[in-house]
RNA sequence: GUCCCUGUAGCUCAGCUGGAUAGAGCGGCUGCCUUCUAAGCAGCGGGUCGCAGGUUCGAAUCCUGCCAGGGACGCCA
């Protein structure tokens, strides 16, 4: 990428600078390259100078003179220009950029891709709620930021696999097919009282009067232990049918669906507690079995195996977290996880420390909580308390275009007011549309210019050099840069942003320069370039799982 | 009490691995449809970047303290 070229031209540039005595020969410091905001000051920026000037103990103009006449002239470069306090600015060539839009052409869907991952295997996890109950609209922020994440990641060069973990264990479930029992008596007629700890959503209902319409009364006939753990075991397939289907409407899909059940199945779990044994890392306390992370910094310790020798969570966590890195090898782990675990961050790090894995290798994401409002009032999205609007009553509401670039569009620290009166109204003037409708109306002149039999491939893409042609070129070409942004933030917040811009700089070309006209050879360069535009768009939007619709 | 996130324009938020006059959308106000989609374009107005110190040639960005909002501190997940 260019970007990459001209750090390496300033490297060189000092490099040979302290050859010749022009600078003394400390370590450089490292070569930054800036997007500058102001236009004036070219395409690209860089304060190097400025950086070298401490360490130099010399004047950064003068400093950035001297690099600048030792950089040797490029292909893509028209000039570089020296900037006080001490910046070099560099300005692309039109006729390059120009070019730049016969290689999108060639690429298609393609443009866009740069390979940082070089292939290595990166696991995505994300979603993972229990199946006790439908999504929530704070379990679609994760769901959306999850699969957008891996399609960039996919674009950046990495093999990629999404995962939802799958808690089929545990006392959540316990509580849910219990919950669900209650339900199923009582809606035969049976007077039993709910848990106290279970499930009171009205949901738990719908879903026991469900299973009585396709399977009757026959779980009364068997005894309690049997008929929870039986119905639990139907009620479960439904939850996490609905889970998927709901997922499946916000085009969020999994590559594998991880059983924890499964780490108990085949010998997993004893495994990795069994090297946390031997590594030193658990105690006996308190009639509990205790992973002891104060010894590794942490503030306190947790419990792995609780008194009535059931695993917890945490213990199921670590040795997923082994299958993950040492059963299955992935290069790098992404987890994408609700605020309200940020607590377990520290620790899980510790114990994939303590079973010798570099923590580095995984990288947690926390996205904040989404608050739901009816008007101004707050909608409380506890599943135990009952009132709960499902996810996918947002989305049949706002739409799954709308809905994904919304949650979008807000970095995963922030949280955020997600308000149902609003939602139908905001989707009207949501951002979305705007660069969809951009989408659309290249696509309403490609008909034109089909329906008029123009071929363009042999458009001469020197003919575009107005103002508002060489703008819309210079902001197709971010899009490798917003993939990297991306892949090294692992923020998609970003293409939200890139996308509103690209459209804006089409909207103004499309207002300022006719495209089909009767000026033949400029209607085939600006053919080209709609073309181009168009499949960057397309790209984009694809890479935020969104539409990109031909008409609207 | 400890830890994490947040505090930027009327509202919702970008910008935060330090850089050149702080940006966008919505809302408000002005203009623009005989020609490829006005779900659009052009322009105007709007900011002590929570507060106070510090580091630096340079701070919205880094450090410290405080204030405010949210979250977590369980043998729940």
């Not at 905001?426 to 659309?440: I, R």
Request: net charge negative; proline share 4%; with cysteine.
């Amino acid at each position: 990428m260019l970007k990459e070229t001209l750090i390496d031209l300033l490297t060189q540039a000092a490099i040979q600078a302290q050859q010749s005595g022009k600078l003394p020969s400390a370590t450089l410091p490292t070569v930054t390259i800036e997007r500058p905001q102001n236009p004036e000051h070219g395409d690209y920026a860089s304060s190097f100078p400025l950086k070298l000037a401490r360490s130099a103990g010399a004047n950064p103009i003068e400093i950035a003179r001297e690099l600048v006449k030792l950089i040797p002239p490029t292909p893509e470069i028209e000039s570089i220009a020296v900037a006080p306090p001490g910046f070099i600015n560099f300005t692309l060539k039109n006729g390059w950029l120009m070019q730049q839009v016969d290689v999108i052409l060639s690429e298609r869907e393609k443009f866009g891709n740069i390979d940082l991952g070089h292939g290595s295997r990166v696991q995505v996890e994300f979603v993972s709620i229990n199946p006790t109950g439908p999504l929530h609209v704070g379990n679609g922020r994760g769901a959306i930021l999850g699969s957008t994440l891996s399609n960039v990641l996919t674009a950046g060069g990495y093999n990629v696999e999404k995962e939802y973990y799958f808690n089929d264990a545990g006392s959540q479930m316990e509580a849910l097919r219990r919950s669900l029992f209650a339900r199923y008596q009582q809606c035969l007629g049976v007077d039993v009282e709910m848990p106290s700890e279970g499930y009171f959503g009205n949901y738990m209902v719908d879903l026991a009067r469900e299973i009585i319409s396709e399977e009757g009364d026959r779980f009364l006939s068997l005894s309690e232990a049997e008929a929870i753990s039986e119905l639990g075991k139907v009620g479960v397939e439904k939850i996490i049918s609905s889970i998927r289907e709901d997922l499946e409407l916000l085009r969020v899909d999994f590559d594998a669906w991880f059983s924890e059940q499964s780490l108990y199945e085949n010998g997993q779990f004893d495994r990795v507690m069994a090297l946390l044994r031997e590594g030193g890392h658990l105690m006996e306390k308190e009639n509990a079995t205790w992973f002891v992370s104060t010894s590794l910094g942490e503030d306190k310790d947790n419990v792995v195996v609780r008194g009535d020798g059931l695993p917890t969570y945490f213990a199921a966590d670590i040795a997923y977290h082994y299958n993950k890195f040492l059963e299955r090898n992935f290069d790098r782990v992404i987890d994408i996880w609700g605020a309200d675990h940020q607590g377990h961050v520290s620790r899980l790090k510790a114990a994939v420390a303590a079973l010798g894995i570099d923590p580095d290798r995984l990288e947690l994401i926390i996205n904040q909580m989404v608050t739901l409002r009816r008007g101004g009032e707050m909608v409380r999205l506890s599943k135990r308390s009952g009132d709960l609007i499902t996810l996918r009553e947002v989305i049949d509401e706002v739409g799954t275009d709308a809905c994904r670039f919304f949650f979008l569009s807000r970095s995963a620290n922030s949280q955020m007011d997600f308000d149902l009166e609003l939602a139908k109204q905001e989707s009207q003037d949501n951002p979305v549309y705007y660069v969809q409708y951009a989408h659309a109306r290249i696509a309403s002149i490609l008909r034109l210019a089909e329906g008029r039999k123009i071929s363009y491939a042999d458009g001469d893409v020197s003919l575009l050099t107005t103002e508002p042609e060489l703008t819309l070129i210079r902001k197709l070409l971010l899009l490798p840069e917003m993939v990297e942004v991306v892949v090294q933030t692992l923020e998609p917040h970003h293409l939200t942003y890139y996308a509103q811009d690209l459209a804006t700089s089409f909207h103004s070309f499309y207002k300022l320069c006719r495209v089909v006209s009767d000026d033949q050879a400029l209607t085939k360069a600006r053919l080209k370039l709609v073309e181009a535009t168009k499949t960057v768009l397309a790209r984009t939007l694809h890479l935020m799982g969104m539409t990109a619709p031909d008409r609207m």
